[in-house]
């Protein structure tokens, strides 16, 4: 059994103060909705949980009523940090899941392909994690002020999401960065931290995150685009 995780319990402070990013309405719907229609459309997905803060749960039936969601879905609250809302969105999957895909709530973008591909990769493999060669020169500043170094971009991925695992793996990960008591930027880096090998997977398409206010034009031209191409290929 195939799990979507999706992780939807951040404040989103760098939106502004009093704007809920995962509710914002861009093209024609919240941004939480397009990816969670995603998952939805994915064939190899069964069952889809969203971590939430604590009494959005309500919304989270509402959402799905007004857009059609049918496949069984489950809303767990979030904690602390991110990787604490992950491990309890873990806690919560159905016993059966073998393969758990976790997705930034904030990705609307997120083709079925590319999930569906970190899915089969995670077979492989037990770990893997969307990602895009760095195209751009990196410099490594120490201050802020001044560059120490360029680093060797050849070597350089920018990663996102999905991050796709078997539930064995990213259980094991995540009870080790625990019990050290430390903290990850995301969940590929708990599997680094045991040694757990992961898996590149190419994304050929934009996969942006809503982050800040400047970010949704952009998002909305995407989504609007692959709404036309759906619509094109249903008529």
Same mark, same amino acid.
């Given at each position: 059994?195939?799990?979507?995780?999706?992780?939807?319990?951040?404040?989103? %402070?760098?939106?502004?103060?009093?704007?809920? /990013?995962? #509710? =914002?309405? @861009? &093209? !024609?719907?919240?941004?939480?909705?397009?990816?969670?229609?995603?998952?939805?459309?994915?064939?190899?997905?069964?069952?889809?949980?969203?971590?939430?803060?604590?009494?959005?749960?309500?919304?989270?039936?509402? %959402?799905?009523?007004?857009?059609?969601?049918? /496949?069984? #879905? =489950?809303? @767990? &609250? !979030?904690?602390?940090?991110?990787?604490?809302?992950?491990?309890?969105?873990?806690?919560?999957?159905?016993?059966?899941?073998?393969?758990?895909?976790?997705?930034?709530?904030?990705?609307?973008?997120?083709?079925?392909?590319?999930?569906?591909?970190?899915?089969?990769?995670?077979?492989?493999?037990? &770990?893997?994690?969307?990602?895009?060669?760095?195209?751009?020169?990196?410099?490594?500043?120490?201050?802020?002020?001044?560059?120490?170094?360029?680093?060797?971009?050849?070597?350089?991925?920018?990663?996102?999401?999905?991050?796709?695992?078997?539930?064995?793996?990213?259980?094991?990960?995540?009870?080790?960065?625990?019990?050290?008591?430390?903290?990850?930027?995301?969940?590929?880096?708990?599997?680094?931290?045991?040694?757990?090998?992961?898996?590149?997977?190419?994304?050929?398409?934009?996969?942006?995150?809503?982050?800040?206010?400047?970010?949704?034009?952009?998002?909305?031209?995407?989504?609007?685009?692959?709404?036309?191409?759906?619509?094109?290929?249903?008529?």
């Amino acid at each position: 059994m195939v799990s979507a995780l999706i992780v939807a319990a951040g404040k989103g %402070t760098r939106m502004g103060q009093n704007v809920d /990013k995962l #509710f =914002l309405d @861009v &093209a !024609g719907r919240p941004v939480l909705a397009h990816t969670w229609q995603q998952f939805e459309r994915t064939a190899s997905v069964e069952e889809i949980i969203i971590v939430v803060r604590e009494g959005m749960q309500k919304t989270l039936r509402s %959402t799905a009523e007004r857009y059609g969601f049918k /496949k069984p #879905f =489950l809303a @767990v &609250a !979030g904690g602390k940090e991110r990787q604490d809302s992950v491990w309890n969105g873990l806690s919560s999957l159905n016993p059966s899941s073998e393969i758990v895909a976790i997705q930034d709530a904030a990705r609307p973008c997120t083709s079925q392909e590319l999930i569906e591909a970190t899915i089969e990769a995670a077979r492989r493999m037990g &770990a893997a994690v969307a990602a895009q060669p760095v195209t751009d020169t990196i410099k490594e500043s120490v201050d802020g002020k001044q560059v120490q170094r360029t680093l060797d971009r050849s070597k350089l991925w920018s990663v996102q999401t999905p991050q796709t695992f078997r539930v064995s793996v990213i259980r094991e990960a995540l009870a080790e960065v625990r019990h050290r008591g430390l903290s990850v930027t995301d969940d590929t880096a708990a599997c680094e931290l045991i040694g757990h090998p992961v898996e590149l997977v190419i994304g050929h398409e934009p996969n942006p995150k809503v982050t800040r206010p400047e970010d949704v034009p952009y998002i909305e031209l995407l989504l609007r685009r692959a709404q036309s191409k759906v619509a094109d290929r249903d008529s």
